[in-house]
Structures are given as structure tokens and as C-alpha cells.
T-cell receptor, first 108, second 112 residues
Framework: RKEVEQDPGPFNVPEGATVAFNCTYSNSASQSFFWYRQDCRKEPKLLMSVYSSGNEDGRFTAQLNRASQYISLLIRDSKLSDSATYLCVVNGGNQFYFGTGTSLTVIP | DTEVTQTPKHLVMGMTNKKSLKCEQHMGHRAMYWYKQKAKKPPELMFVYSYEKLSINESVPSRFSPECPNSSLLNLHLHALQPEDSALYLC???????????FGSGTRLTVV
């Protein structure tokens, strides 16, 4: 079983839409959770950490459900510039485990 | 601009060549990582150095040889690669045990 699983998409949404991505992880002892964004042919960049209480950064909201072992990312009022691949990342020990990424395309 | 610098950005090499990828950071991070990323796939961990010592080798073939000469530099020596080794090679660094994790922009390697 993979450490981290994501729906690869693709998600194609119109500008202004709200879109949500989910990710499940297998190791209940995982301590840290993140969402990274990767643009085509670029390196992954940290979008936001995910805290147990949930956290928000502008149009982005991340949530963690430890009981069900999943994390989510909600993007409100989608912009064209949000088009990218969103990677769920879970930290276990001194390793980061990446999900396969979810592709998002925001359409004008 | 990324604070983890990788060179070269692009590399084309033959299967009999020897080349090296370089990674440099000046953030005082004492953990450095090599990842390999194929198209439309997530990054796959190859090696982890912690305090300049190799702490994780994810069963990487010996044709890939990492080296950490000091706390700011990480090299990946390549020899006798195969075409299937063509990928984006990403370096990252962090403070050991923390979430302060930064990727370099990568070296896009093509083996011909």
C-alpha cells in the first residue's frame, strides 16, 4: 500500500469555482502534513502546512482528519494562476512521502 | 528565487559518460536530499544526508553516487546511466527533524 494516495485528476474547473482535493495516508504515526504546488517543469514549492485545527491562507483552506487519516485542500474563487499540480506530502521520521499529485486546470 | 541552487539546469549525457550534479544551499540546513522525478509522477527519494553523513539510501543503483563534501554542498555523481534514468533530479534541504524544507529548481537529465 502506498504511503500517500491522491486522486490524480485532472480537475478542470471554471474561474471562480471552488475545488477540493483529498489525500489519504497510511501511517497513523505521521506527524506533519503539507500541500505543495508544482508548476509544469518546475520544482515543488510549499503551499501550506496542514494543522490539526485546520488552517486558512487567503483562498486556500487545509484540513487534517487524523481519525480517518486524510488531509484536504480547498481552493475558493479559483484563478487561472492556480493551474498546477498539487502534491500532498506527509512527513514520517526524516522522510517526506509524496502523493502522486492532483492536476488542476482553471479554465477562463 | 530558490535558495537551493542546482547546476546544471539541463544535462544530456551518453551512457558511457561520467557527470556530476551539484547542489548548494546557504541556509544553514544540515539535512540534504536527492529526489528523482519522472514526468507526471511524484518526486521519489533517493538519498538523505544528515549532518554530512549518508543516513538514507533508498536502494538506489550504484551508478548513482552521492557525496556531501560539506554542510552547504551536495553532489550526485553519475556513471554508466541508462536511458530510463532520464528525469528531473531535485535537491532539497532542511533543518533535520523540522519542516523547513526547500527544493532546488532541479536538473533535467537526458541519457542518450
Amino acid at each position: 500500500r502506498k504511503e500517500v494516495e491522491q486522486d490524480p485528476g485532472p480537475f478542470n474547473v471554471p474561474e471562480g469555482a471552488t475545488v477540493a482535493f483529498n489525500c489519504t495516508y497510511s501511517n497513523s504515526a505521521s506527524q506533519s502534513f503539507f500541500w505543495y504546488r508544482q508548476d509544469c517543469r518546475k520544482e515543488p514549492k510549499l503551499l501550506m502546512s496542514v494543522y490539526s485545527s485546520g488552517n486558512e491562507d487567503g483562498r486556500f483552506t487545509a484540513q487534517l482528519n487524523r481519525a480517518s487519516q486524510y488531509i484536504s485542500l480547498l481552493i475558493r474563487d479559483s484563478k487561472l494562476s492556480d493551474s498546477a499540480t498539487y502534491l500532498c506530502v506527509v512527513n514520517g521520521g526524516n522522510q517526506f512521502y509524496f502523493g502522486t499529485g492532483t492536476s488542476l486546470t482553471v479554465i477562463p | 528565487d530558490t535558495e537551493v541552487t542546482q547546476t546544471p539546469k539541463h544535462l544530456v549525457m551518453g551512457m558511457t559518460n561520467k557527470k556530476s550534479l551539484k547542489c548548494e544551499q546557504h541556509m544553514g540546513h544540515r539535512a540534504m536530499y536527492w529526489y528523482k522525478q519522472k514526468a507526471k509522477k511524484p518526486p521519489e527519494l533517493m538519498f538523505v544526508y544528515s549532518y554530512e553523513k549518508l543516513s538514507i539510501n533508498e536502494s538506489v543503483p550504484s551508478r548513482f553516487s552521492p557525496e556531501c563534501p560539506n554542510s552547504s554542498l551536495l553532489n550526485l555523481h553519475l556513471h554508466a546511466l541508462q536511458p530510463e534514468d532520464s528525469a528531473l533530479y531535485l535537491c532539497a534541504s532542511s533543518h533535520p527533524g523540522t519542516v523547513d524544507y526547500t527544493f532546488g529548481s532541479g536538473t533535467r537529465l537526458t541519457v542518450v
